[in-house]
């Protein structure tokens, strides 16, 4: 994987309200990956997708992929 990170960071706040097979349960869009990748955060980068992970985190999406409901701002 590159540091040339692109996309979205997304949520499903319906998710705690109605659970997450609800269909008001929707995915949106929460911050643009763009703000992670300024400079050298590599911590921030590493913590969340294990990209340049010399810190040892355990990358917290780590090859998940993009969900099939991601919404249309992410696509």
Known sequence: M???VSGMIECRPG???WGPDDEDSVWEVGIDLFLLNRGNAYDGLACL???RNSF???PLAEDRG???DA???AR
Do not use: C, K, N, Y
């Open 2 to 4: 590159s540091t040339d």
């Open 15 to 17: 998710a705690r309200l």
């Open 71 to 73: 919404s249309d701002a």
């Open 56 to 58: 040892g985190f355990r």
């Open 66 to 68: 993009f969900p099939d």
């Open 49 to 51: 997708f294990g990209v």
